[in-house]
Nanobody, 129 residues
Framework: VQLVESGGGLVQTGGSLRLSCTVS????????MGWFRQGPGKGREVVAC????????DYADSVKGRFYVEFDDANKTVYLQMNNLQPDDTAVYYC???????????????????????WGQGTQVTVSA
């Protein structure tokens, strides 16, 4: 199983980026796909999740209305569209897959990442002031 993120980079405040997570070795229908981030000196934070069974999404309060997650089943890719980026969004962003196709946002194990089976290597997002 491989999860490979791409699309990170340097962007100015208010800008946008679209992260991609291409998966192999699993079927997206059977997994919940989460996006996490870890900023400098901070702990890991769940950002968004999309359920493989029905495409339902959920977001952390800090990104609601700015970030959007979707998946392209045919290309086995999960996207995180990030708009109106702020310096506090600076972090390494990771995608992860949890077997069982329903996001359980608000569950401590789900939000902490403990429920996830596979992780990508991360992609750096830096937002300049």
């Amino acid at each position: 199983v491989q999860l490979v993120e791409s699309g990170g980079g340097l962007v100015q405040t208010g800008g946008s980026l679209r992260l991609s997570c291409t998966v192999s070795g699993i079927t997206l229908d059977h997994y919940a796909m989460g996006w996490f981030r870890q900023g400098p000196g901070k702990g890991r934070e769940v950002v968004a999740c999309i359920s493989g069974s029905d495409g339902n999404t959920d977001y952390a309060d800090s990104v609601k209305g700015r970030f959007y997650v979707e998946f392209d089943d045919a290309n086995k890719t999960v996207y995180l569209q990030m708009n109106n980026l702020q310096p506090d969004d600076t972090a390494v962003y990771y995608c992860a897959a949890a077997f069982g196709p329903v996001c359980m946002f608000g569950s401590s194990n789900f939000d902490s990442g403990a429920s996830y089976d596979y992780w990508g290597q991360g992609t750096q997002v830096t937002v300049s002031a």
